[in-house]
């Protein structure tokens, strides 16, 4: 049974920084591209970013670039995403995902996912 583990999350003021991170289980690892998203109340699901199987490709989203940064532990199993500079348009729940294909940034691509994790970001 495959699970992703997101943790980290909480409340931060603008300016702050938070790190993500998702444990996954069940899976060959290495073998998926893995990304996060996030989803404010009242729109819909967003690509914030993602890595590729060995960490020679990432992807930001525009509103992200310069501020939030993705890494990958292979060993462990461990997605990372950090994020500085947060701003209160941050503030959404932050879903992991898997993919087999990392050219797809799209949320119907997505294999797995994680339940989320809520960041709120004050003013």
């Known amino acids: 049974q495959v699970q992703l583990l997101e943790s980290g999350g909480g409340l931060v003021q603008a300016g702050g920084s938070l790190r993500l991170s998702c444990a996954a289980s069940?899976?060959?690892?290495?073998?998926?591209?893995m990304a996060w998203f996030r989803q404010a109340p009242g729109k819909e699901r967003e690509f914030v970013t993602k890595i590729s199987q060995r960490s020679t490709y990432t992807n930001y989203a525009d509103s992200v670039k310069g501020r939030f940064t993705i890494s990958r532990d292979n060993a462990k199993n461990t997605v990372l995403l950090q994020m500085n500079s947060l701003k209160p348009e941050d503030t959404a729940v932050y879903y992991c995902a898997a993919s087999s294909n990392y050219v797809f940034s799209s949320s119907r691509a997505m294999t797995y996912w994680g339940q989320g994790t809520q960041v709120t970001v004050s003013s």
């Open positions: 069940g899976l060959t690892f290495s073998n998926y591209a």
